[in-house]
């Protein structure tokens, strides 16, 4: 069903614009923004609103800026794209204040970002024939491109050397480059690589570099094939600091979620101890390598092995994925009576639920917004619980 002028009210988290269709039910539009009159494709319907797709936009709304990219409203990944710098800022914004609606006195203290658009150190493309390709939006359809301006420049080319390479094969294609230009290439492919001047990998093959390491406040940080690190380079900086500072002379530290140690690594420099926890087995094994022996590394299953953690600790560190914490974290924090805890996430909607579990013995004294994702609805916080 085609809806026509439809005006959009305001955006919320996910990449969608908000408006109401004729019968006052809402309808969420993604690539469109408030201020804009749009036709829209209705493409789902549920109880009590629905989801369309951008057909075109009637009148544009004043906070609506092209030339970002020709990709955007096709490929998934830039759902800000077409927003003004400084309305993408206040949207997000807003989006955090909604998602901590319902807890008192709740307040953004700090807004870290950078407009530089080639941040990204990593992405995942999926290679075809030769051809290279990104995600529809909430979509596993595939959109063929050759460009993406908030990737780290170098990263596309040594992506199409490599898929020129291999255009006979059908496989996710992982990079991830530090400041030196050396990367990491991962084909999810059970090709067997013989030759190439990349540091690639596949399924079955252990060629290349290992890992490589990014130089981060002067502190060495490895990176896996297949470990998590973060995304802005622009940001590392100030991002591992504004952590590190939080919890700096704090004599015992407990930290959920380590990865490879973007923040291990520089806060085992300035606590007494600190107990960091993961079950990715490459990123520990990276991580052990270069933290100092105040740190004491778990390889442990958060959903089977929790009461294996034992001790007090003054304070917690959390970075979850998108998913939040699960129950058995947050019952054991709440066990262990942390004086702190420092909440890092880059989902406000799962960040706030889980806060709403320590609100009774905690309160939010310091929120901070760490905006590593320029031109997409990704936004990561800081929140610091302070026990009263």
């Known amino acids: 069903m085609y809806v026509n002028n439809i005006e959009i009210y305001d955006n919320v988290y996910g990449g969608y614009g908000i408006g109401r ?57 830039c759902s800000y794209g077409f927003l003004d710098d400084n309305f ?51 979509s596993n359809e ?17 992506i199409k050397d490599i898929a020129a ?13 530090n400041e030196k230009e050396e990367e990491l290439i991962f084909l999810d492919s059970d090709i067997d690589i013989t030759d190439s001047k990349y540091n690639i990998k596949s399924k079955i093959c252990q060629k290349g570099l290992k890992s490589i390491e990014f130089n981060i406040n002067k502190h060495t940080i490895p990176a896996g094939y297949r470990s998590f690190f973060q995304t802005n380079r622009y940001l590392f900086e100030s991002f ?35 107990v960091a926890i993961d079950q990715n087995d490459e990123a520990l094994r990276l991580l052990k390598q270069h933290a100092t022996g105040r740190a004491e590394l778990l390889n442990i299953d958060l959903k089977k092995d929790i009461n294996n953690i034992k001790g007090r600790f003054d304070a917690v560190l959390v970075n979850p994925d998108r998913d939040g914490l699960s129950k058995g974290v ?10 702190n805890i420092v909440y890092v996430s880059c989902n406000p909607q799962t960040m706030s639920r889980d806060i709403k579990h320590f609100i009774t013995k905690y309160k939010i004294s310091q929120f901070t917004i760490v905006d590593q994702f320029y031109k997409t609805y990704h936004i990561e916080s800081i929140a610091v619980l302070t026990k009263f």
């Open 165 to 177: 390479i291999y255009s006979d094969t059908d496989c996710d294609i992982s990079i991830i480059e």
């Open 142 to 158: 595939l959109v063929p491109v050759d460009e993406c301006p908030i990737l780290k420049k170098g990263i596309l080319d040594k």
């Open 21 to 77: 269709l004729q019968n006052g039910k809402v309808v969420f539009v993604p690539f469109a923004v408030n201020g804009d009159i749009v036709n829209i494709k209705i493409k789902e319907e549920k109880k009590s609103f629905s989801y369309g797709e951008l057909i075109e936009v009637v009148k544009s709304s004043p906070h609506r800026v092209d030339g970002f990219c020709k990709y955007i409203g096709v490929c998934g990944g």
């Open 240 to 274: 591992q600091r504004k952590v590190v500072e939080l919890l700096r002379g704090y004599e015992t530290v407990l930290e959920f979620y380590c990865g490879s140690g973007f923040f291990t690594i520089p806060l085992s420099k300035v606590v007494r101890r600190i």
């Open 88 to 138: 993408e800022i206040e949207v997000k914004k807003r989006i955090v204040e909604n998602s901590f609606r319902n807890i008192s006195d709740f307040k953004i203290d700090e807004y870290i970002h950078s407009n530089k658009r080639d941040y990204r150190v990593r992405c995942r493309m999926r290679l075809k024939k030769g051809d290279l390709f990104y995600k529809k939006f909430n």
């Open 330 to 339: 947050l019952k054991l924090i709440m066990d262990k009576k942390p004086e």
